[in-house]
C-alpha cells in the first residue's frame, strides 16, 4: 500500500475471525499463504488469508494488525 518495513515501527497483531482449520499440516509440509488487503479502517488493517498444501486448502482466517512508530 505504498509503504514498507523500517527500523522505525513496530506491527502488531490484533485479532484473528472466522479462523477454519480444513486438514492437518505435517512436519515437511509446505504451506503457501495467500493474503489480501479486505479493509483498512482507523489504522487497522484487515487481511483475508488462506493456507494451502498441494493445492488443497489447511486453514483460513481474517487477520487484523496494526502499526505503530516505534518509541
Same mark, same amino acid.
Given at each position: !500500500?505504498? *509503504?514498507?518495513?523500517?527500523?522505525?515501527?513496530?506491527?502488531? #497483531?490484533?485479532?484473528?475471525?472466522? /479462523? %477454519? #482449520?480444513? %486438514?492437518?499440516?505435517?512436519? *515437511?509440509?509446505? =504451506?503457501? #499463504?495467500?493474503?489480501?488487503?479486505? +479493509?483498512?479502517? %482507523?489504522?487497522?488493517?484487515? #487481511?483475508? +488469508?488462506? /493456507?494451502?498444501?498441494? *493445492?488443497?486448502? +489447511? +486453514?483460513? /482466517?481474517? =487477520? !487484523?494488525?496494526?502499526? %505503530?512508530? =516505534?518509541?
Amino acid at each position: !500500500m505504498g *509503504g514498507k518495513p523500517d527500523d522505525k515501527s513496530v506491527y502488531y #497483531f490484533v485479532g484473528i475471525d472466522n /479462523a %477454519r #482449520f480444513k %486438514r492437518p499440516v505435517s512436519p *515437511g509440509d509446505q =504451506l503457501i #499463504f495467500e493474503v489480501s488487503i479486505t +479493509a483498512n479502517k %482507523r489504522g487497522i488493517w484487515k #487481511f483475508s +488469508a488462506v /493456507a494451502k498444501v498441494d *493445492g488443497q486448502v +489447511a +486453514a483460513e /482466517a481474517d =487477520l !487484523m494488525c496494526t502499526v %505503530r512508530p =516505534l518509541e
